[in-house]
């Protein structure tokens, strides 16, 4: 007789990191900008008025995506990374790939062997 086995996953394993319901590091990025811009600019009603919309509306989309995809921003980083195309032989210049032995010789099976 076989029983199903269960098993519990902690929530904290499987749930996205996110920040204030967006991505967390495009979250950090986007309320440092707004800081800066209200400290970092002379205080005028437009630079207020402008970061604030700028925190609300860039909060809003951020919310809106992770709502969408929670992995978006993770997957789109490493697409930067890749080649637009990769060859489909190597170079000639490349050295061969090692080719290991059929049978393995008792050298490298135990290598402390002489």
Request: net charge positive.
């Amino acid at each position: 007789m076989s029983s199903l086995r269960r098993l519990v996953l902690h929530p904290s394993l499987i749930r996205p990191r996110l920040l204030a319901g967006g991505d967390r590091l495009l979250v950090i990025i986007l309320w440092t900008m707004v800081l800066l811009l209200l400290f970092g600019a002379r205080t005028h009603w437009l630079t207020v008025g402008y970061a604030l919309l700028l925190g609300g509306g860039g909060q809003w989309a951020l919310i809106r995506a992770a709502k969408a995809d929670p992995h978006w921003f993770t997957v789109y980083w490493r697409h930067l990374q890749y080649q637009d195309a990769y060859p489909a032989h190597r170079h000639l210049s490349a050295r061969p790939g090692r080719v290991p032995p059929a049978v393995p010789t008792l050298k490298e099976a135990r290598p402390d062997v002489v």
